[in-house]
T-cell receptor, first 115, second 113 residues
Framework: DAGVIQSPRHEVTEMGQEVTLRCKPISGHDYLFWYRQTMMRGLELLIYFNNNVPIDDSGMPEDRFSAKMPNASFSTLKIQPSEPRDSAVYFC?????????????FGPGTRLTVT | KQEVTQIPAALSVPEGENLVLNCSFTDSAIYNLQWFRQDPGKGLTSLLLIQSSQREQTSGRLNASLDKSSGRSTLYIAASQPGDSATYLCAVRGSGNTGKLIFGQGTTLQVKP
């Protein structure tokens, strides 16, 4: 399997622009997670889906952030409008389940820079 | 609220040394604990997962232990190599059937040849 795929790998944009990050989970995985990593706050969960349905979005920082999962093989994280404080590495992860023996597998991340 | 702490933040050792990385968590009600490796500019690679009912897991030169009652886990690396240089992150998943992982800040390891 190719693992979790994310695109783009790097994104540089100007403040106020819309940014869309994309993720393809491992085939057959029912759970998809979006995390954000910054130097100050480390890795934090933003939102996760089960069978394409958002389960917990309590980590989404504000209304400028939205996430969708239109089908089992694709998810997007959108920031509109973007701000410099959104600069971070955004990771997507997937897993077969949430039982005690299920691992989460991470993609390579998208490094976002907002100027 | 679950908090995960990793000490030390950075560690430098000579090649061949055995070493221990520490992870502590405040709420012992966890489903599992996962150790990850992160290379600079890269994603996270899962190293070991310990279920709450387990005491340890081993993979090659790596051994992870879990003591839920004391809220601690250790990652033991035997015969360290320069290729082991990376940041090591531990993450706990709380009980309650949530998929949410709570991460520590990581320990950055440098193994010198």
């Amino acid at each position: 399997d190719a693992g979790v795929i994310q695109s783009p790998r790097h994104e540089v944009t100007e403040m106020g622009q819309e940014v869309t990050l994309r993720c393809k989970p491992i085939s057959g995985h029912d759970y998809l997670f979006w995390y954000r990593q910054t130097m100050m706050r480390g890795l934090e969960l933003l939102i996760y889906f089960n069978n394409n349905v958002p389960i917990d979005d309590s980590g989404m920082p504000e209304d400028r952030f939205s996430a969708k999962m239109p089908n089992a093989s694709f998810s997007t994280l959108k920031i509109q409008p973007s701000e410099p404080r959104d600069s971070a590495v955004y990771f997507c992860a997937s897993s077969l389940g949430t039982g005690a023996y299920y691992e989460q597998y991470f993609g390579p991340g998208t490094r976002l820079t907002v100027t | 609220k679950q908090e995960v702490t990793q000490i030390p933040a950075a560690l430098s050792v000579p090649e061949g040394e055995n070493l221990v990385l520490n992870c502590s968590f405040t709420d012992s009600a966890i489903y599992n604990l996962q150790w990850f490796r992160q290379d600079p500019g890269k994603g996270l690679t899962s190293l070991l997962l310990i279920q709450s009912s387990q005491r340890e897991q081993t993979s090659g030169r790596l051994n992870a232990s879990l003591d839920k009652s004391s809220g601690r886990s250790t990652l033991y690396i035997a015969a360290s190599q320069p290729g082991d240089s990376a940041t090591y992150l531990c993450a706990v998943r709380g009980s309650g059937n949530t998929g949410k992982l709570i991460f520590g800040q990581g320990t950055t390891l440098q193994v010198k040849p």
